[in-house]
C-alpha cells in the first residue's frame, strides 16, 4: 500500500500514464500491422490506405472505448461495494448487467429501436430497475441489509433477466443477429458515435463518484453512525445509486455485459490505495482502463487469428479472483 | 410392522412401502401420463384426447400417428426425463448439503456439463456438419462436466471442515460464470457455425427431439435411478448431520462421494440432450417436500414425477403461448423459479 497522499497522487500521475501507453499499445497491435508513424501520419496526413482506415475506424475507437468502458465499470464496482458494505458487490453480481441487456433486447425486439441514443436510454432504464429490485430485496426482512441477501438476491435477478433475454431472442432470430455480438461483451467493432453519445452519461457518474469518496467513507462504518454525524444518508445512496446506474448502464450500452471488473478491481485499487474511498475510486478507475485495454489486446492474439471476446477474457481472470474473496470470507 | 405399511419382494431384496406415499405416487403417475397425453395433443394440428391414445397404439389416422409418434412424443418423453433427472439431482443435493437453495443449476453443475457438451459437439462435428462420433457419447460427455465442476465447487467452499451453504452458493455462481465464459469462447472457435442454434440449447429447449435421444437418455436416467433408490436410505441419514451419521456407522465421506456421483449424472444427462433447464433442480424437491416429507425413499420419485410434470408444463406454455412461435421451456422455468428462488431466500432467513 502506498502510505502518504503525496506517493498516492504520483502512482495516479504514473497510472494515468500507463493507461495512454495501453491505448497507444491498442492502436499499434493486431492482425494488421500499424507503426506509430501510421498513427501520427493518419491525423496529419490521411491517405485512405488500409491501414489509416483501419487506424482512424477501428483501432482508435476500439482503444477509447476500452478505456471509458473498464474505468466506468470499475468505478461502478467500487461504489456498489461502498453503500452495501459488501466485497462481492459489482455490477455483474447484482443483476444490473443483467437488467440492462434485457431492456435493450426487449427494446430491439418489441419496439423496433435500433439508433444508439435509444439504446443507451434502454440500457439506463435496465440498469435502475434491476439495481432497485436487488437493493429492495436485499434490504427486505427484519435484519435488513445483508451482504449475503443482497447477493443471492442479485444472482437470482440475473438469472430472471438473462433467461428472459434468451427467451425473446429464440423468438426473434432477426434481433438475435442484431444484438448477439453486442451480447457477448466486447469493445470491438463499435464505432465513435456509440461512445460519444454515451459519454456525457459517463462523465456525469465519474464526477459524481469523485464527489462521493469521503462521503461513502463514513457510510461504511455504519449507517446509525453516519446519520449521527449529520450526514443525510439517504442523498448519497440516491447519487451513489444515480452513478452506478449511469456509469454501468452506459457501460453495457456501448460494450455490452463485460462481467467481473467492477468485482476485481477495487479490491485491487484498495491493495495500492487503502480503504479510504477518496483514492479507491480514482485508482479503481485508472486500474480498471488497464484491466480492460490490457485483455483487448490479449484478446486479439489468444485465438489468433480470430478474436476472442474481451468478455471472455475478463471472466477467466475475475472468476478465481471473486472465489478467492467468497472463500475470505463475507459477513454471514 | 404398522398396518400404514406394506412389504414389496423382489427376490432378494424388499422394501417397506408407505401406503400413503403409494397412493400419492401412482396419483402424481397418473396426472403426468394425464398431462403428457393433453400436451401431445397440442399443437399446430390440434388432437383430441382420445385421439392421441389412438395415434399412440397405431389406431389413428396416418397424419394423427406420424404427428405424435414421431413428432411429438419424443419432446414430451424427453420433458419428462430431463425435469425428473434435474428434479432428482436437486433433491439430492439439497439433502446432502442440507441447504434449501442447492440445485444443479445454481452451484454450476448444468454450466460444467453444457461446457463439456459443447466441447463435444465442437471436437466431433465435420465440415458438413455431422457428428463424427455416435450421439451414445453425449452423455457421458456432459456427465464429465458436470462432476468436474460439481466437485470443484464442492472442494472450493470447503473451508475450517464444513461447507456453509451460502458459500457453496456464492462459489458455485462464480464457477458458473467461468464455465459460460470458455462455452462462449468455445462456440466462438468451434465448428457450430449456427451460435444461434446453441444459445437456444443453453437456455433449455426440447425442439427437435428425436427418438435417437430418447433411446439415448432414458436408460441413463433410469439406470442411475435405480442405483439411487438404493443410496436414498443413506441420504436419510446424512441429512442428519456428519456426526449422527458417523456414529451410525455410516462411511459418510464415500457416501457423499457416491451420492455427488448420482447427483452429477443426472444433471448432466438431462443437460446433454435438453440443455440448461433452470430452476426445476430448485423447485421441484421443495414441491415434493410440501407433498410428502422429507423422507428420501418417498421424496425421490415424488420429486422426479413433480419436476417432469413442470417441464412437460413449461414445454405446454412455450408451444403455445407465442404460436407459431416457440419459447425454449427453459425461460418459462426461470421465470416461475428465480422469484421462488428469491422467495425461499427470505424464508430460510428468518
Known amino acids: 500500500m502506498l502510505k502518504s497522499n503525496a506517493l498516492k497522487g504520483l502512482g495516479l500521475i504514473i497510472g494515468l500514464v500507463i493507461v495512454l501507453i495501453l491505448m497507444w499499445a491498442s492502436v499499434l497491435y493486431g492482425y494488421t500491422d500499424i507503426t506509430s508513424q501510421m498513427i501520427i501520419d493518419s491525423f496529419t496526413n490521411f491517405d485512405e490506405s488500409n491501414e489509416h482506415y483501419i487506424i482512424q475506424d477501428n483501432r482508435i475507437p476500439r482503444s477509447l472505448i476500452a478505456a471509458a468502458v473498464g474505468a466506468s465499470l470499475a468505478i461502478a464496482g467500487a461504489i456498489m461495494q461502498g453503500l452495501t458494505n459488501n466485497p462481492l458487490a459489482s455490477p455483474t453480481i447484482f443483476g444490473v448487467n443483467a ?125 446509525e453512525l453516519a446519520k449521527g454525524l449529520g450526514q443525510k444518508t439517504y442523498l448519497i445512496k440516491l447519487a451513489g445509486a444515480l452513478a452506478v446506474v449511469l456509469l454501468s448502464g452506459g457501460a453495457v450500452a456501448i460494450a455490452g455485459p463485460i462481467g467481473f471488473i467492477g468485482i476485481v478491481i477495487p479490491h485491487i485499487a484498495r491493495w495500492f490505495a487503502g480503504i479510504s474511498y477518496s483514492w479507491v475510486i480514482p485508482y479503481s478507475a485508472i486500474i480498471g482502463a488497464m484491466l480492460l485495454l490490457l485483455a483487448d489486446i490479449a484478446a486479439r492474439y489468444v485465438i489468433y487469428p480470430q478474436e476472442a471476446p474481451v468478455g471472455v477474457m475478463i471472466a477467466l481472470v475475475g472468476v478465481p479472483f471473486f472465489i478467492y474473496i467468497a472463500r475470505r470470507g463475507i459477513n454471514e | 410392522m404398522n398396518n400404514k405399511q406394506f412389504p414389496v419382494r423382489l427376490g432378494k431384496v424388499s422394501f417397506l412401502i408407505d401406503k400413503k406415499s403409494f397412493y400419492i405416487i401412482s396419483l402424481l403417475t397418473v396426472l403426468a401420463i394425464v398431462l403428457m397425453i393433453v400436451s401431445l395433443g397440442i399443437g399446430q394440428l390440434f388432437i383430441s384426447p382420445v385421439d392421441v391414445i389412438r395415434a399412440v397404439i397405431g389406431q389413428g389416422t396416418e397424419m394423427e400417428n406420424l404427428v405424435v409418434n414421431s413428432f411429438r412424443m419424443p419432446r414430451i418423453l424427453l420433458s419428462m426425463l430431463a425435469g425428473a433427472a434435474l428434479a432428482m439431482s436437486g433433491a439430492i443435493l439439497q439433502g446432502l448439503i442440507r441447504n434449501p437453495l442447492a440445485s444443479p443449476d445454481i452451484i454450476g453443475i448444468t454450466g460444467g456439463a453444457a461446457l463439456t457438451t459443447v466441447i463435444f459437439l465442437a471436437i466431433y462435428t465435420d465440415r458438413s456438419n455431422t457428428l463424427t462420433m455416435s450421439i451414445q457419447w453425449l452423455p457421458l460427455a456432459s456427465f464429465i462436466g458436470a462432476v468436474v465442476i460439481g466437485f470443484l465447487v464442492y472442494f472450493l467452499s470447503w473451508k475450517n471442515g464444513r461447507i456453509t451453504p451460502f458459500r457453496l452458493v456464492l462459489i458455485g455462481v462464480g464457477v458458473a460464470a467461468a464455465a459460460d465464459a470458455v462455452t462462449s469462447l468455445v462456440m466462438i472457435l468451434g465448428p457450430i457455425h ?157
Do not use: C
Not at chain 1, 441477501?149 to 426473434?172: C, D, P, W
Not at chain 1, 457477448?184 to 464526477?207: A, D, H, K
Not at chain 2, 436419510?236 to 456407522?249: C, F, P, T, V, W
Open chain 1, 99 to 223: 437488467g440492462a441487456s434485457f431492456f435493450v433486447v426487449f427494446g430491439v425486439t418489441f419496439l423496433g429501436i435500433t439508433s444508439l441514443q435509444s439504446f443507451a436510454w434502454l440500457a439506463f432504464a435496465g440498469a435502475a430497475v434491476a439495481s432497485v429490485t436487488v437493493y429492495l430485496l436485499g434490504s427486505l426482512g427484519s435484519d435488513g441489509l445483508t451482504p449475503i441477501k443482497i447477493t443471492l438476491a442479485g444472482a437470482a435477478i440475473a438469472a430472471l433477466f438473462s433467461s428472459m433475454t434468451q427467451g425473446m431472442l429464440a423468438m426473434n432470430e432477426t434481433a438475435l443477429e442484431q444484438v448477439l455480438f453486442w451480447l457477448t461483451g466486447s469493445v470491438q467493432g463499435r464505432s465513435l458515435e456509440i461512445l460519444m453519445s454515451v459519454l456525457p452519461y459517463l462523465i456525469v457518474g465519474w464526477f459524481v463518484a469523485l464527489l462521493l469518496g469521503k462521503h461513502l467513507n463514513v457510510l461504511v462504518m455504519g449507517e
Open chain 2, 194 to 350: 449456427s451460435a444461434a442454434k446453441a444459445t437456444i440449447w443453453l437456455t433449455g429447449s426440447v425442439n427437435g427431439t428425436n427418438w435417437n435421444e430418447i433411446a439415448t437418455i432414458a436408460p441413463w436416467v433410469f439406470g442411475i435411478t435405480f442405483i439411487l433408490f438404493i443410496y436414498a436410505r443413506r441420504l436419510n441419514m446424512q441429512e442428519l448431520g456428519e456426526d449422527l451419521a458417523k456414529n451410525a456407522g455410516q462411511l459418510v465421506q464415500r457416501d457423499r462421494f457416491m451420492l455427488l456421483l448420482l447427483s452429477t449424472s443426472l444433471a448432466g444427462g438431462a443437460v446433454a440432450f435438453a440443455g440448461g433447464i433452470g430452476f426445476v433442480g430448485l423447485m421441484a424437491p421443495h414441491i415434493a417436500r410440501k407433498i410428502i416429507g422429507s423422507a428420501f425413499g418417498a421424496l425421490i420419485p415424488v420429486s422426479a414425477l413433480v419436476g417432469g410434470m413442470i417441464v412437460v408444463l413449461a414445454d405446454i406454455l412455450g408451444r403455445m403461448l407465442f404460436m407459431p412461435l416457440e419459447v425454449p421451456v427453459g425461460v418459462f422455468t426461470s421465470l416461475i423459479g428465480a422469484p421462488y428462488f428469491i422467495y425461499l431466500l427470505f424464508k430460510s432467513h428468518k
